[in-house]
Every structure is written in C-alpha cells, then in structure tokens.
C-alpha cells in the first residue's frame, strides 16, 4: 500500500484529534465504566473522522480505505481501547449496511446525523444463546401491518446504553437457521425498548455494554435495512468491515506498547544496568515488532484488495485470528518486563493486558476464524 503526503496529513490529524479529545479524559473515564458518547461523537463528527468512505451525499468524505486503515491504527495507538471500540461501531460496524443497502430516506434520517456524530449507534446482534452461531438467533420481528413487532433479547452490545438507533439482526420469518433474517434500524427511543443491564467487564472499562430487551417494540417495516430475508447475508458482509478494523486497531495497539515498554525499560535500571541493555529483552522486543510488521503489511495487503473490489473474507478471518493471538502475546510479555509494576491496576500495561484479551473473543472468536478458514480452505469434511 502507497501512503501519499495527504495520508500523512490525515495521520497527524487524527493523532491530534484523539490526543485533544479522548486522551486527556480516559482515565476518568475508565474508573466510571463509561465516557460521554455523545459529546465525545460530536467533536470526532465535526473533524470529519465519521464516514470516511461514504457517500459525501449522505455525509461521508468519500475517501477510499486506505484512510480506514489509518484511523483504525491511530485508534489503537491512542491506548484506550473501550473508546476505540466505540468509535469503530461507529464507523465500521453498524453503519456500513446502512450505507449500502439502506434506502435514501434511512440514510438521511439516520446516517447524516450519526456521520455528523449527533446520533451514536450499535450493533445488536449477540443473543444470550447465540453467541458466534449467527443463524441461531431467536429476536423476532413479526409483520402486523406495515410495522414490524419485534420481541427478544440482545446481549454484550457495545455502546447499548446510549444508542439512538440499532442495526438490529432479527428473525423475520419462520425458515430456520441463516434464512428469513432481516436487518432493521431500530429507534431505541421506541416503547417496549429498554436497556435490561448495564454490564461490567474484564477491560475496555470505559466502553458501556448492555443486555437490550424487545418487548413487543413497534417500528416500521419502512425501517428494513436492505432486502427483507436477507439480513444474514448482509451481516456477515458487515462483520468484514469489523474485522478488518479491529485488526487495524491492534496493530496501532501492539505498536505503541512495544515502544513504550522500550521506553520504561531504558529508564528502569536492575543489576547497575537498564532493563533494555539486556539481550532477551531486547531479542523479544525485536522479535514481537517483526510479528507486528508482518500483520501490519497483511492488513494493507488485505485493504488493497478491499479497494479492488475483492472478497476479503479470508483475509480478514485469518487478520482478525492472527491479531488476537499475537495481541495476546504482546501483552503478556510487555506486562512480564514491567514486572510488578505491570501487575498494578493503575499502569497502561494493566489496562492493556486486560482490554486486549477481548480480540480473539469479540467479533468472531478465534474458534470461529479457524472454523471460517478450514471451509474457506477444503479442511473439513
């Protein structure tokens, strides 16, 4: 992938957005288990970091992905991964149907104000009893008219406490399994919505997650999201786009905290020495950032084929799957050199051993990307 002059500019714009809005305030943040999403949204809305790809008649900047990457590296960098998380629902994860199968009058509605970071909106798709099997959902939403009646639950929704509208995945007919599914944006300002339980996490503290229950909550059938029964479909296209973000992301991650731990470790002296003047430390810190290299130059190679047009399903299943293991690694290993310092719950390092475990569970655990990858690859039976 090329990066021009402009790609650099953006960068450096993104940075110093991200470091005046967010980076001051996470910490805060972070000991209340929420941040302010729409005051937050606003600011990033008005720096244009919100569509980046979209149509600039529905408010989007009409860039192509390779801006994508950068925000999503820059995400990562930034070092509060509840507020990226956010962010990237935002952006890459329950916006992109909308925009490519919603009807005009949805996008104006709907799109434009969260672009502009007026509205802020989720992606509710997880169920008590269906987790990574999709086709196993049970939210229902049945026709009565011209309204849809939607009754069920939804669970572990990020930004689910101050969502203005879902992409809701729901059942909308009685054909089993990936059939008869329908996306629909979903008012939560709608009765028979309610936010059931704001829920507590291992990390991404500052990100609000919530069960979300339906209680025969009317909205109209006006409110579909592309081809009524084919929501399945549209979905999985969707999860592309939050995949290959999220891998984006920890690379910026894994970056960052290789290059901070260097810098506590040349500062913290052992033995009359620094830490980092120690060749195991500094051969695994190599090794880890030829890892992260290796990831980062399949991301571009992954965003090159995005722009071409391709299907990247197999690039974002094994990106999303390398990513989470690698992230794993990373953190153990930058927590082990801070030694007990690390294990402190105050220290970034803490905060990122904790919030990078949920890549190889969010958004497609790593059982499922070997899954994906074993039919995409004739090894399965």
Request: hydrophobic share 40%.
């Amino acid at each position: 992938m090329l990066f021009t002059d402009d790609h650099d500019a953006f960068r450096v714009s993104v940075r110093g957005v991200l470091e005046r809005e967010i980076v001051p305030h996470f910490e805060g943040w972070e000991e209340a288990e929420i941040f302010p999403a729409h005051d937050v949204f606003k600011a990033l809305g008005a720096a244009g970091l919100f569509g980046l790809e979209y149509d600039s008649e529905f408010g989007g900047q009409g860039a192509d992905h390779s801006y994508t990457v950068i925000l999503g590296e820059e995400l990562g960098r930034m070092g509060c991964a509840g507020v990226a998380m956010a962010i990237s629902v935002q952006t890459d994860m329950a916006t992109p149907s909308l925009h490519r199968f919603g009807s005009a009058e949805l996008k104006r509605r709907y799109l434009e104000p969260a672009l502009r970071g007026e509205l802020v909106t989720s992606i509710a798709v997880t169920e008590p009893d269906a987790g990574s099997d999709v086709a196993a959902i049970r939210t229902r939403a049945v026709c009565d008219g011209d309204e849809w009646v939607v009754n069920g639950a939804k669970t572990f929704i990020t930004n689910g406490t101050q969502a203005d509208w879902l992409c809701l995945l729901a059942r909308t007919s009685d054909e089993g399994g990936y059939r008869g599914m329908s996306q629909i944006l979903f008012p939560t300002a709608t009765e028979g919505f309610s936010v059931s339980k704001k829920l507590r996490k291992l990390g991404n503290h500052a990100s609000d997650t919530a069960e979300l229950s339906f209680v025969d909550a009317r909205v109209p059938v006006a409110n579909t999201i592309g081809t009524i029964g084919q929501g399945f479909q549209q979905q999985m296209a969707q999860f592309q786009n939050e995949r290959m973000i999220a891998t984006y992301s920890a690379v910026g991650a894994m970056d960052g905290a290789l290059r901070r731990t260097a810098d506590y470790l040349r500062e913290r002296q052992a033995f009359g020495k620094p830490l980092l003047s120690r060749q195991f430390i500094q051969f695994k810190l190599a090794e880890l950032s030829a890892e992260v290299d290796l990831l980062r130059h399949y991301n571009y190679a992954c965003a090159d084929a995005y722009m071409r047009g391709e299907d990247t399903t197999r690039f974002a299943t094994i990106a999303k799957f390398k990513a989470g293991r690698l992230q794993r690694e990373v953190a153990d290993w930058c927590l082990q050199f801070h030694g007990g310092m690390g294990y402190m719950a105050e220290t970034w390092v803490s905060r990122y051993f904790r919030d990078g475990r949920l890549l190889s569970i969010g958004g497609g655990a790593d059982e499922v990307m070997l899954y994906v990858l074993s039919k995409l690859d004739g090894f399965s039976a």
